[in-house]
C-alpha cells in the first residue's frame, strides 16, 4: 500500500500536481483514490466550508480541531478502507499542514500540536509525502490570478505564510519521507520529479 501526500503553501500548484500524479498512475494501470484535507467525506467538507469560506472568526486551536476532526473522519471512511483495499492514495494536505499553518503559522506550541494531529491520524501515516516549495511572493502572484474572492487561510499576510512556508520546510528536512519539488519550476518537470518520487516508492513498497 503507498499513501502519498502533496503540501505546499497556497498557491504552489499542488492541485495541479495531484491531478497529473492520479492521471499517470491509473495510466500505468495502479487504482488511485484523490482526495483532500479538509473534505473527502461529508462531515470534512463542511468543516472546509467554515475553516476557509465563512466570515467568523476562529481561534487558533479552534483550528486544529476543526481541521484534525475532519481528518478522523476522513481517516476512517477513505483513507484507511482505500489502503486496505491496496489502492494508492494522493491526498492534497495531511498532518504536516496542521504543523505547518497552525504550529508555524499561528505559533502554536508544535508538539502540543503533534499530539493532536497523532490522536486525529490513528496511526495512519503517509508512505511519501510531495513538498511543493514556492517563494511567497510567486505564490501571491498565482493567488491574485485565480478566480473568485480569496478564501480566509488566502487573506493571511505574507508574514504569516512565510512562517508557513518555513514550517513545511522545516518538516521536510527532519524526514526521510519527504521529497521537496521546487514550484518555480515547469510543470511538467513538477510532475516528473513527482511521479519519479512516487514510482521509487512503489518499487520499495513491492519489495
Not at 74 to 98: E, K, M, N, W, Y
Amino acid at each position: 500500500m503507498t499513501f502519498v501526500v502533496i503540501e505546499g503553501i497556497e498557491g504552489s500548484g499542488k492541485s495541479t500536481l495531484m491531478g497529473g500524479l492520479g492521471a499517470a498512475l491509473r495510466a500505468d494501470g495502479y487504482d488511485v483514490v484523490m482526495t483532500r484535507e479538509p473534505g473527502g467525506t461529508a462531515v470534512g467538507d463542511a468543516v472546509r466550508e467554515v475553516f476557509l469560506n465563512r466570515p467568523i472568526p476562529i481561534a487558533p486551536w479552534a483550528e486544529v480541531f476543526l481541521v484534525t476532526a475532519a481528518r478522523a473522519q476522513h481517516v476512517c471512511d477513505v483513507i484507511r478502507p482505500a489502503l486496505r483495499a491496496g489502492r494508492i492514495v494522493l491526498c492534497d494536505r495531511f498532518t504536516d499542514s496542521t504543523l505547518a499553518y497552525q504550529g508555524y503559522g499561528r505559533d502554536l506550541e508544535l508538539d502540543s500540536v503533534r499530539k493532536v494531529c497523532e490522536i486525529a491520524a490513528a496511526g495512519a501515516k503517509p508512505d511519501l509525502t510531495l513538498l511543493v516549495d514556492l517563494p511567497v511572493s510567486v505564490a501571491r502572484s498565482r493567488m491574485r490570478e485565480r478566480p473568485g474572492a480569496a478564501d480566509r487561510i488566502e487573506r493571511e499576510d505574507d508574514a504569516f505564510h512565510e512562517r508557513v512556508r518555513r514550517g513545511f520546510l522545516s518538516l521536510a528536512g527532519a524526514s526521510d519521507a519527504h521529497v521537496v519539488l521546487k514550484g518555480t519550476q515547469a510543470p511538467d518537470r513538477v510532475l516528473k520529479e513527482a511521479l519519479d518520487a512516487v514510482r521509487a516508492a512503489l518499487g520499495a513498497a513491492v519489495s
